[in-house]
C-alpha cells in the first residue's frame, strides 16, 4: 500500500473522513455531500499525527527545499504547521481568516520577514478559498508563497480552478481518489454507493447523486 493509501485508511480508521451517500452531510456553505472530512480529528491519534507530519516534511523537502517559514492556516492547520517546523527546524507562523479586531489587529502571528520564502499548511481543501486567503496575507507582508501543502483534497475541479487562477502550487498527501478506491477495496461501500459517490464528484452541486436508486443505509 502506498503512502496515499496509507494515510487515507488512517483518516477512515479514526472517522476523520465519514461516508455517507444515504444520509448526507450539509456543508457550511449550504453544499449537500456523501463525505465529510474533519481532520482535527488527527490531533488525537499520536501515530496518525506522526505519519502525517513525517509525510509533510517529506514533501517539503523534495518539493519546496527552499522553504524558510512554514504557515498553518487557522485554526486546523495550526498544530500541523508546528510538528513540522519543528522537525525541519524553520520557524512557523499562522494565518487568521481575519485581522484581529483589537490589540495590534494582526492578521499573521509570528514573524514573517518580507521577502521570506513561505509554505502554507492546510488540514483540507474543498473550495480553496480559506488558503487563498492565507496566501493573500503572506504576499500583503512581503513574503513569496511557495506552495500550499494539505492533508486532504476532495479534489474538485472548482478548488483546482481557484488556486491555479491565485497562481499558488499545491499539494495533497492523500485525496478522494485513493479514498474512494480504498473504501471499495475494503468493503466500506457497495457498487451503489460508489455510483453516487462518483455523481457527486463529478457535479457537487447537483443533487442528481442523492436521488439516485438507494440500495441499503448510510456508510462509514
Known sequence: MNEQMTI???????????????????????LKAP???DNRLTLSYPKTRKMIADSFVKVIKENYPEAEVIAGTATAG??????????????????????????????IEGQ?????KVVIIEDLISTGGSVIKAAEALKAAGAMILG???IFSYQ???AAENLEAAGLNWTTLTDFKHLIELAVNKKIVDEQQLEQLKL?????????????????????
Open 8 to 30: 487515507a485508511e488512517k483518516l477512515l480508521d479514526i472517522n476523520a473522513v465519514i461516508l455517507k451517500p444515504n444520509d448526507p452531510f450539509t456543508w457550511s456553505s449550504g
Open 35 to 37: 463525505i465529510y472530512c
Open 78 to 107: 495550526i498544530p500541523h504547521a508546528a510538528w513540522i517546523s519543528e522537525r525541519l527546524d524553520l520557524p512557523m507562523a499562522y494565518v487568521r481568516g481575519s485581522a484581529k479586531g483589537h490589540g495590534k489587529k494582526k492578521q
Open 112 to 116: 514573517v520577514l518580507s521577502g521570506q
Open 148 to 150: 500550499v501543502a494539505a
Open 156 to 158: 474538485l475541479p472548482k
Open 200 to 220: 457527486w464528484h463529478q457535479n457537487p452541486e447537483s443533487e442528481e447523486w442523492y436521488f439516485a436508486e438507494n440500495a441499503g443505509g448510510g456508510i462509514r
